[in-house]
């Protein structure tokens, strides 16, 4: 079984396959000279944290891109969930997918919430209200949604079961940002949605993350909490904890943000590329967007059919590596078998999960991305024909 462990590529042996290790993940670089050009203004002004110009301004110009009220820059989107969660008065358990980041579910369990463990449609790899209602229970406060490869789970329909059960509907964006659903960008949806600015990100903050709502009192609990409990008086009116990004962080997010478009744009040539070039792989399937979602192309995965492709996923993966190609089984194993929640099944997972558990076996993402060539997805799709041959390829 494949974890989320990480690996050194300093000493990865490079096979013929690629002289130049591709890997999965790789940070869209700003050009230096803009990020140099924005730390020049955080010397000049010598304002590094709390609140400064530059966080201002990435948090304007995100408000303006999402079109949201609110936009909370943070030090990442794992704290964020936390943020909200706690504004919100969470109590109890909190339904979230099995199928996804283990963040998702830690951020809960950090705050003495108990992640409950809900199925995922395997369509879109998201929560939907059939798979959430089986548990629910009189102790959930809230579904903690997750747009998962920038796949928009069925918003209304869970907006409206968390409204007939009296719970908060929370979206974990951390992987969409640039995404839309119905042509509006995600952002709005649910109480608040969170997003991740970790340097693997579409748009980074090297680290970061984004508090995004249209909750005037949310935003306001959110803001004082994210600053020690500070109220806009000075009075420290809450408990709160030091969650402020700082001016550095900031830069960097605002020099990668213009590049956004650009970046999506690339992303969907590179799928459609990896779509051509994978095409009639046997036991190889390439996942498109679900219905409604305008994707940012971040992640690639394929889904591999061990039964066709007569390799597993996990085989795939390893002979990858072996030829200096890095890739990821996001997200494998599902968050019910992680030891800390595998231990308590009674506690997290009060209903079998089976189409996480299928998926989890069979997804691997690959590289993409800016730094990622045309040339790098040929070899990555060369690659992985020759892994599955000797069948290979049909015409
Ligand atoms: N919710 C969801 C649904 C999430 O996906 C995430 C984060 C969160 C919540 C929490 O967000 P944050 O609190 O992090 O803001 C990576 C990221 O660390 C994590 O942020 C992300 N999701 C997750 C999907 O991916 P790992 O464990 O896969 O990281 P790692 O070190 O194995 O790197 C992944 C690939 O990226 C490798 O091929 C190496 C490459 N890489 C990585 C870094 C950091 C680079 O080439 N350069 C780099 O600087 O978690």
Known sequence: MLTHATYDTSSAECRPACAVPIMVGQPNLPGLEELVGLIREVFEHRWLSNRGRLLRRLEDELSRMLDARHVIAVVNATTAIQLVARACGLTGEVVVPSF????TAQALTWIGLTPVFADIDPATATLTAATVEPVLSPRTSAILAVNLWGNVCPVEELAALADRHGVKLIIDSAQALGVTYHG???GVFGSAEVFSLHATKIVHACEGGLVVTNDDRLAATVRVMHSFGTDPSGVVSTIGTNAKMHEISAAMALAVLPSLGEVIEDNRHKHQLYRRCLTGVLGISLR???PG????YHYVVIEVDASTAGVTRDQVHEQLAARGIY????FAPGCHMLPP???APHLHTPRPVPYTEALAARVLCLPTGPAVTDTDVRTVTDA???IVAPVGRVA
């Open 293 to 296: 979602t305008g994707s940012n």
């Open 184 to 186: 509006r960008p995600v």
């Open 288 to 290: 498109e967007p679900s």
């Open 327 to 330: 890739t990821k089984a996001y």
């Open 341 to 343: 929640y595998r231990c």
């Open 100 to 103: 996804t980041f283990s963040a």
């Open 384 to 386: 992985i024909a020759a």
